[in-house]
Nanobody, 120 residues
């Protein structure tokens, strides 16, 4: 299983970005998917998550500005980020939990990270 994230970049405060993440490989089913971020000198934190039933949850500071979505058939997860703030600057990591066919234990995989810089 490999996760490839893309879509980061430099944007002015108030602007928008869309992050995408694709899971590739064979023989597995995706379950919960999400986005985390890690700012310099801070711990990695959950930004948004989405279940296979499309139930979403958000970190308080992004509620109403960010939207997470997924295309389960394509094994993709997206993060639409609007009204970006300087404090959103971080490396964003996608995550997915998978089960391999014939097994029930969930395994978590991470993408390589994509950098988002918001200039004020």
């Amino acid at each position: 299983v490999q996760l490839q994230a893309f879509g980061g970049g430099l944007v002015q405060a108030g602007g928008s970005l869309k992050l995408s993440c694709a899971a590739s490989g064979t023989g597995f089913t995706t379950h919960d998917m999400g986005w985390y971020r890690q700012a310099p000198d801070k711990q990695r934190e959950l930004v948004a998550a989405i279940t296979s039933d499309l139930i979403t949850s958000y970190e308080d500071s992004v509620q109403g500005r960010f939207t997470i979505s997924r295309d389960s058939a394509k094994r993709m997860v997206y993060l639409h980020m609007n009204r970006l703030k300087a404090e959103d600057t971080a490396v964003y990591y996608c995550m997915t939990e998978i089960t391999r066919w014939g097994r029930t234990n969930k395994i978590r995989y991470w993408g390589q990270g994509t950098e988002v810089t918001v200039s004020s």
